[in-house]
């Protein structure tokens, strides 16, 4: 069975990559630029060079594969609907027998997160296609929140979010990774949906607070109503990630992050890494450090 993984080169799809080869399967990335991927995976794998926007190059690119490992795209919300319809209609058109796609946990209608409607809409077109799928709905990255709230918010000592008390179970992208490999490498293992979530909810005050005390910063989360977040955000951040980032914590405040799956246990026989391990190996790593 040959297993092709997209957006190979970004965090998720590389890790993806990385773990089916060490077992031993027969793993094809697909890649933008063959110099990006030779800097980020292992030498030796077999590469397939296409772009989300190029349909044909896309169909190519699926040839003779068994599997598809389709990593969601990034970016404006039209862009990356069309991106996943692209993707999926050209799996259809290769013959791609099934498809493993990385959806959030966010997707319901009333949903006010900017991005709900993008991954519904994907969901809906893979349910159409025909094609057997698996879909994997994942909670925030933890290191989504480490990236973009907690190491900018160490610079001021501040976290401005309007998140409320909201509740997050952050999951990092490593352990998606894991669960996503559990799941294409073993037929028994392939329910038509998995949800991936940390195994304990938090407030985002809790979880600056566990950020600072490893970090050793004196750092507080500041809860703001969404207008004043929205301004804050249009002033520091680029489109489309101020309309993002508000809605997301829109939907965090309403409940929609709060809860806590035991599919990664299942999956793989142990529960996810901890919020606060992931802090402590980020941080120590040196990599992700705010100093």
């Known amino acids: 069975m040959i297993i092709l993984v997209t957006g190979a080169t970004g965090h998720v799809g590389r890790a993806v990559v990385c773990k089916l080869a060490s077992l031993g399967h027969d793993v094809v990335a697909m890649v933008r630029d063959v110099q990006v991927a030779s800097r980020r995976l292992p030498a030796g794998i077999a590469l397939r060079i296409a772009d989300y926007d190029d349909a044909s190059a896309l169909k190519e690119a699926f040839a003779d594969i068994d599997d598809l490992v389709l990593i969601s795209s990034d970016g404006d919300a039209s862009a990356v609907m069309r991106h996943h319809a692209n993707a999926m209609d050209a799996a259809a058109a290769a013959g791609i027998a099934r498809i493993v796609f990385t959806s959030i946990v966010d997707v319901e209608p009333g949903s006010p997160f900017y991005f709900a409607p993008v991954y519904r809409d994907a969901e809906r077109r893979l349910a159409a296609s025909g094609i057997a799928s698996t879909i994997v709905r994942c909670g925030l990255y933890s290191d989504f929140v480490l990236e973009h709230w907690l190491k900018p918010g160490a610079k001021s000592g501040e976290v401005l979010l309007a998140a409320g008390q909201g509740l997050v179970a952050p999951i990092s992208r490593d352990d998606v990774a894991t669960a996503i490999v559990a799941i294409a490498s073993q037929p028994g293992m392939r329910r038509p949906l ?98």
Do not use: M
Request: glycine share 8%.
């Open 194 to 291: 998995y949800v991936i979530t940390g195994h304990q909810a938090l407030t985002l005050e809790a979880i600056v607070a566990a950020f600072g005390e490893v970090a050793g910063l004196p750092i507080r989360y500041s809860d703001a109503s969404i207008s004043d977040y929205l301004a804050w955000a249009r002033a520091h951040l680029d489109d489309p990630w101020p309309d993002a980032f508000s809605s997301l914590c829109a939907s965090i405040d309403e409940g929609r992050y709060g809860r806590v799956s035991n599919d990664f246990a299942e999956l793989v026989g142990q529960k996810p890494e901890s919020l606060s391990q992931f802090l402590r190996r980020a941080v120590w790593a040196g990599s992700s450090s705010p100093r």
